[in-house]
């Protein structure tokens, strides 16, 4: 008992002594280490504030896993970009907690199809728990948030940007993210992937080419990082719309991470 007492007294001393050593106005090692940040996202993903349907995608979309190789961490502001019902927007809400804000962002010309496209993720906003999040109706070549980002988010919607408004409508996408990031922000592109070898209409399979991502993002100014294989799936033959119930929610998937140079 003696010996546990000392070992715990030691690690809270260290814990002390990291935090006095910190930089003014920075946050302690301790927040910023890769365990802390892993906790808030574990927590944010088991919240209870998550419906039941959202918990119930859970296995195929890997939240968890997403969140981390983004780089999530409280106190960041996020764009989720065409959130769809909000999935993602909850959990941003949750890691990046009161001191970060969340926009959801939905794009002028789906709202001018659909005025109902909205309506979600204002459900979400209109929630206390979710006192954090923000819905903003904006052009996407013409984003304007009121402070820089840290994490620009978009999950299975570039191939319709750049396949229903073309590949100079997603560059101005592009740069719009670029001048909204901070130096040094991320970008985060998730999709279902299209293999040029298996052909067929991308358009009405929903799918893009990974390559066409990267040399799209690049364009607009973007270092590509790294690319995470948490969503491949070797045994979807990408022949099939990504809605054919015999592949849907098992889509392979492409996650790239883009970073605004810091200078």
């Known amino acids: 008992m003696a010996v546990r007492t000392f070992l715990v007294t030691v690690m809270m001393g260290a814990a002390v002594a990291a935090a006095a050593i910190a930089p003014a106005g920075a946050q302690s090692p301790l927040y910023q280490g890769r365990r802390g940040a892993a906790v808030g ?9 998550r419906p039941a349907e959202d918990v119930a995608r859970d296995k195929d979309r890997k ?15 996020v764009a989720d970009v065409m ?4 999935y993602f927007t909850r959990l941003f809400s949750n890691v990046v907690g009161g001191e970060g804000h969340v926009w959801a ?33 904006q052009p ?25 408004a073309g590949a ?3 560059l101005a996408f592009d740069k719009s993210v670029f001048a909204a990031l901070r130096p040094g922000g991320a970008f985060i592109v998730v999709d279902h992937v299209a293999d040029p070898a298996v052909g ?3 358009t009405k399979l929903h799918r893009i080419d990974p390559a066409i991502i990267r040399r799209q ?8 990082e790294s690319e995470s294989k948490v969503l491949a799936n070797p045994n979807d033959a990408h022949d099939l719309p990504v809605f054919d119930p015999a592949i849907r929610g098992h889509t392979d998937q492409v996650v790239l991470k883009f970073r605004k140079p810091a200078r």
């Open 140 to 164: 996407l070549d013409a984003l304007s948030l009121p402070r820089p980002l840290d994490l620009a988010w978009t999950s299975q919607n570039y191939h319709d940007v750049y396949y229903g």
């Open 168 to 170: 100079d409508a997603a």
């Open 63 to 77: 939240p968890a896993s997403l969140l981390a190789f983004a780089g999530l961490k409280r106190g960041m502001n």
């Open 41 to 49: 996202i574990a927590a944010a993903v088991a919240n209870k504030d």
């Open 217 to 224: 993002v690049e364009a607009a100014g973007f270092h590509f």
């Open 83 to 86: 959130p769809g019902r909000g």
């Open 105 to 137: 962002v939905v794009p002028t010309g789906l709202v001018a199809k659909k005025p109902a496209a909205a309506d979600a993720v204002k459900a979400i906003a209109a929630m206390p728990v979710f006192s954090n999040v923000s819905v903003v109706i």
């Open 200 to 202: 067929g209409d991308v």
